[in-house]
């Protein structure tokens, strides 16, 4: 297992400038707190585009080994396009921003383990300061948005978005990827929240904490919410985006504006690999069923598990396909907000 050196973690101030790198000093004045990868430090010095991607998808949403291979693709994806790629978790006790091979390996490897947990925020202190053995977590949405923030890096690219359960009126399960998006002006790319949520409901949820919400499409069209593994779900989206480069401008806008909420970017499976609403909504409303035991912070990954049992599989490649396809789009804004900020 890997120690931690504290000099992979950069403790001189950079220069603020007006987006990139704007809260870095938070992580320079707390040495320790992170660790930054080598990659990562020096995209930040150099106010290069960064990228941050999640990991509880990792450790809670795809099994070994392919969770490690994602982990991997993803990276290159992202590196592909030019940007660096922070992905975002805990390893040991300790919140690394930006992961060498070995280190995503070390993380993937220890899913399902009793040490490696799912980290919203609630989670987060406890998993670095908390006695007995070290701990690994996987970051949901919520943790991303936060640690991100903190760190200074503005857009994360991610799957599926968590939302509000569906009976969530009577059980309260909310996501804490909804109120997270009201607290940090990031801007987040998924294709959607599973059908097993309910979307009007998390709609409403998310305009009520002034998230703007939008879906890549053409704006001379109808753009539904995507849900998910389909492209559609019956509900329109509020907002249409054309380019990752517009959204890019938006999550600028949003920041000049001095807003401290996200903004949402959904980005719909790519046609040739979705599987039709028709034909998941069945296999989803009878994996909710099936998983109706699961609660808390267990019941998104046994409802995740139960379909890709139910779709023999299929559900997985399309989950693999759309998460890569969001790295690109979340690196092509990263780009573009480089420009903008120069
Ligand atoms: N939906 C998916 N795949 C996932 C998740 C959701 O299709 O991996 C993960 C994400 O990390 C998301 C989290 O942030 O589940 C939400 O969990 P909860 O509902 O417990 O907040
Ligand atoms: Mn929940």
Known sequence: SQTWDPKETVCSPVKWSPLIGSRYSFAAQRPGLFTISQDVQKAMKARGPILALETAIYTHGFPKPDNYNLALEMEAAVRDLGVTPATIGILNGKIMIGMTSEQLKELTESAGSEKTHKISRRD?????????????????????????????????????????????????????????????????????????LD?????????????????????????????????????????????????????????????????????????????????????????????????????????????????????MEANRQLVLNNAKVGARMALELVELSK
Do not use: C, W
């Not at 998993?127 to 991100?148: E, K």
């Not at 019956?234 to 907002?239: F, N, Q």
């Open 124 to 196: 987060l202190a406890y998993h670095i300061a908390a006695s007995g053995q070290p701990l690994n977590g996987g970051t949901t949405i919520a943790g991303t948005i936060l640690i991100s923030h903190i760190a200074g890096i503005q857009i994360i690219a991610t799957g599926g978005l968590g939302g509000v359960h569906k009976g969530g009126e009577n059980s309260m399960d909310i996501s804490a990827d909804l109120t997270e998006l009201a607290k940090s002006p990031v801007a987040v790319v998924t294709s959607g929240m599973k059908s097993f």
């Open 199 to 315: 979307i009007p409901r998390t709609m409403e949820y998310l305009e009520t904490q002034g998230v703007f919400v939008s879906t890549f499409g053409n704006k001379s069209e109808k753009v539904d919410i995507p849900g998910f593994f389909s492209r559609e779900s019956g509900y329109p989206s509020p907002y249409i985006v054309e380019s990752p480069e517009e959204a890019a401008r938006i999550l600028y806008a949003n920041y000049r504006l001095g807003m401290r909420s996200a903004n949402l970017y959904f980005n719909p499976i790519p046609e040739e690999y979705e599987i039709p609403k028709s034909e998941m909504d069945p296999i989803i409303a009878a994996a909710v069923e099936n998983s109706s035991s699961a609660t808390g912070k267990d019941n998104t990954p046994a409802v995740l598990a139960e379909i890709v049992k139910q779709t023999e599989g299929r559900s």
